[in-house]
């Protein structure tokens, strides 16, 4: 048997998309950051500025807030992404199982690491990262050196994607 030697435990950075079109959605997004920090095994690293994003997809919804935050945990990226699942549940997420309706509180795994996932509940990157602008935008604000893996630089996929109506908030 092998011990490790110090006390730490590996810590990978991971990206984490926050968006809420319902039910306050700017505080919704301020109770998630708290929640996600709050989490054992989750340390919060940086938190992008709030942006008004126009719905994609159906568009009888109300626009959104979206936002990302970078954490350093040491909890495996299914684990984490049942922690956050159980906020947007807390926060009073339900399922309908309508595609692309409008929602309290959605929570991505974004990127964990420079990891490339592949399973049934979790695919990181994730997959619209590359053409959403409300996902890229607030990414490149806390992380613009960042290379997201198998897609390529994160100032070159936004070069690539149109702003789409996407606004900053104060
Ligand atoms: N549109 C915007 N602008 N922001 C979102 O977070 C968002 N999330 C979704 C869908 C319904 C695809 N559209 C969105 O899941």
């Not at 929640?35 to 938190?47: C, Q």
């Not at 959104?64 to 954490?71: E, G």
Request: glycine fraction near 8%.
């Amino acid at each position: 048997m092998q011990y490790r030697s110090d006390s730490t435990t590996q810590e990978v950075t991971a990206y984490l998309g926050m968006g809420s079109n319902l039910a306050g959605p700017v505080e919704q997004l301020n109770h998630a950051r708290k929640a996600i920090s709050a989490l054992y095994g989750v340390r919060e690293l940086a938190m992008s500025s709030f942006y008004h994003s126009p719905p994609m997809g159906p568009q009888d919804q109300p626009d959104y807030v979206n936002a990302v935050m970078a954490v350093a945990t040491s909890l495996p990226p299914l684990t984490l992404l049942r922690s956050l699942q159980s906020i947007e549940h807390e926060q009073g997420r339900v399922r309908t199982g309508e595609r692309w309706g409008a929602r309290t509180l959605d929570l991505d795994v974004l990127l964990y690491g420079d990891q490339c996932i592949d399973l049934p509940e979790l695919t990181v990157p994730h997959v619209g990262l590359t053409q959403r602008a409300f996902v890229l935008y607030p990414l490149y604000e806390i992380a613009p050196q960042l290379h997201v893996p198998g897609k390529g630089n994160i100032k070159d996929l936004l070069a690539q994607c149109p702003l789409s109506g996407l606004k900053r908030l104060d």
